[in-house]
Structures are given as structure tokens and as C-alpha cells.
């Protein structure tokens, strides 16, 4: 269990950089929602727009590509975790948001980052 722990922050790190870089601002990482039971890897603003981000990260020899990994449940789970995080910051429904997501596919020889602005469409 550390050790997923450990490789889950090591794709966290890896998806930060690339996002700040990208001009996105960090407001708070491993959001878990009580109600929904969910967890939000980062959240994060560009401008007024706040960010849900979902990072996966694959090493080489696991099972599939990380973009195999977000599932229709995942959505869900994500956007309702997403609410709460709202409710919870006394933030207004009316808060301009979109759902992103990085994947990071790694092996030894290469590093694949790809970003999906809107995982919703």
C-alpha cells in the first residue's frame, strides 16, 4: 500500500510541474471528500476557472496505458467529489470549472504526458 501511495505522489509531482508550467496555479492536493467518499488529485486554478485534475500514471510494466484508466464511474465519482469540494469552500455553483486530466505513461527509456483539458467531452 506505501508503495502505491509512494508512486501515486511521484505522478502527482510529475502532473504539477507540468500543469504550472502550463500556467496553472495549485490551490489544493489530495482534496477527499467525506460524503462522496472521493478524492481529487489536484485542484487548481487557471484564472477564474477552478480545475478538478485526475492524474494517472503508469510505469512501465503495469497493466495498460494510462489513459485506459478513467472510466465513466471515475467521471462521476470525480464530478461529484467536485461538488462537495464547492459546498465545502462555501464556493458558488455558479464558480466557472472544468475536469481535466494528466496521464503519464513512463518506461525507461521515455515519459509521455498527455493532457486532456475537458474529460467530459
Not at 500514471?57 to 494510462?66: H, I, L, N, P, T
Not at 459546498?87 to 472544468?98: H, T, V, Y
Not at 527509456?109 to 475537458?118: A, H, L
Amino acid at each position: 500500500m506505501a508503495n502505491k501511495k509512494i508512486i501515486g505522489n511521484l505522478g502527482e509531482d510529475i502532473a504539477l510541474k507540468y500543469l504550472e508550467g502550463l500556467g496553472y496555479t495549485l490551490v489544493e492536493r489530495n482534496f477527499k471528500g467525506k460524503k462522496t467518499r472521493g478524492e481529487i488529485d489536484l485542484v487548481m486554478t487557471k484564472g477564474v476557472v477552478i480545475v478538478f485534475i485526475e492524474v494517472k500514471y503508469r510505469r512501465q510494466g503495469s497493466f495498460g496505458y494510462a489513459a485506459c484508466s478513467i472510466s465513466d464511474r471515475k467521471k462521476k465519482k470525480l464530478y461529484e467529489t467536485a461538488e462537495e469540494y464547492l459546498i465545502e469552500k462555501g464556493l458558488s455553483f455558479n464558480q466557472k470549472c472544468s475536469f481535466g486530466a494528466v496521464l503519464i505513461d513512463d518506461t525507461h527509456y521515455n515519459r509521455e504526458i498527455s493532457f486532456i483539458e475537458d474529460i467530459f467531452i
